[in-house]
């Protein structure tokens, strides 16, 4: 088996080409690209791959986010295919009081085409609050920003044909950028990928759905997706094997490659189609208000510990227990009364789920012994 650092092992001593042209897995390389620790090293205005490789070496492996990041860009720091190009236009944009969380930067592929990589969440408690917000905001703040950069770059880069790619948040905000952009921009998008990003509300699927665009965008999720199937798509999906079980399959590193291309799946799973449907019903049944107030009560407790990571919020469980508790014991009559509904209708969401799929799971078991019994009187 093998992922994204395998394939750089293989194919990284071939460069791009007519006979071996920019592909999925060059694209999923490149989303993964923006986590890198661009925050941590000084950006000079243009940059390649390789100059940034040898200014990360020295980070431990556990600075990056993900296991594998650093020996992705390792691996790209010595590969021919990606070593020489160009990288410019990084931007990294926290800001806890707006709860906005945003990144981007661009690799030019040739004079003609460049991909922008979009940011996915990091590991800041208020970014994972900006992607919560999505509950109940038809927009965030991370959105018209990814939005704003696609047209600055755009219009810096007037002769060049652009790619848009991220993981996570990131996939998220390179569609809604290419699908709320205006038509002069978006003929210059060549494709939009999506690495289980979550979707949309009805609200921006019915405002942007513009079928010229949607046909450039194409969504990838693991067999057992949780984050990607959240809220609504109406782009192509492609069902990716991960290696990993259930949220663990977020992690891109997981996710099988043969040759140039991804290994596909028929569907996704039992699991994560119920998933799937007690999200929606929770949404379905509930109001913009209560999911606000549930959310914005969850993460108050989460605030109290002053802890800014989620790193630092799991390393003193200890102390951060009592503290949330005692957030708790402050928070109003009204708010706990939302917190307590909302949560019975999740879990009710949930059982209803496993209450329709077991019922559906009899119905096909008696459809199939009649089929059966109904072949065995033909026979007699």
Known sequence: ????????????????????????????????FSYLLFSKIKMKRVETIQDIALKMQDFPDNEFLYNGD??????????????????????????????????????????????????????????????????????????????EYLHKISLKYPSKRIRIGGHSKGGNVAIFAAITSPKRIQTKIIKVYNYDGPGFSKIIIDKYENPNILKKVETYIPQDSIIGRVLNHKEKTTIVYSLEKGILEHDIFSWQVFKDDVIKLEENTKASEAIDKTLTNWIETTTDMQRKIFIDVIFDLIYSTNASTFLEFASDLKNNIPKILKKYGEISKEDKQVLTSMIIKLIKSNLGVRKNEGIKMILDIKDEYMNKLKRVKERV
């Not at 007519?18 to 490149?30: A, Q, T």
């Not at 996915?120 to 990814?146: L, R, Y």
């Open 1 to 32: 088996m093998a992922n994204i650092n395998d394939y750089l092992k293989w194919r990284g001593d071939i460069k791009f080409s007519k006979d071996y042209p920019f592909n999925e897995i060059d694209s999923m390389i490149l989303a993964r």
């Open 70 to 147: 650093k020996e992705l860009i390792t691996n790209l720091g010595t590969s021919l295919r990606f070593k020489d190009l160009k990288v410019t236009d990084y931007v990294e944009n926290n800001n806890k009081d707006r709860e906005e969380q945003f990144g981007a930067i661009t690799i030019h592929l040739s004079l003609k085409e460049l991909y922008i990589s979009y940011l996915g969440t990091d590991m800041s408690i208020f970014g994972w609050k900006e992607d919560f917000n999505m509950g109940f905001m038809d927009t965030v703040p991370c959105q018209i920003a990814g939005r």
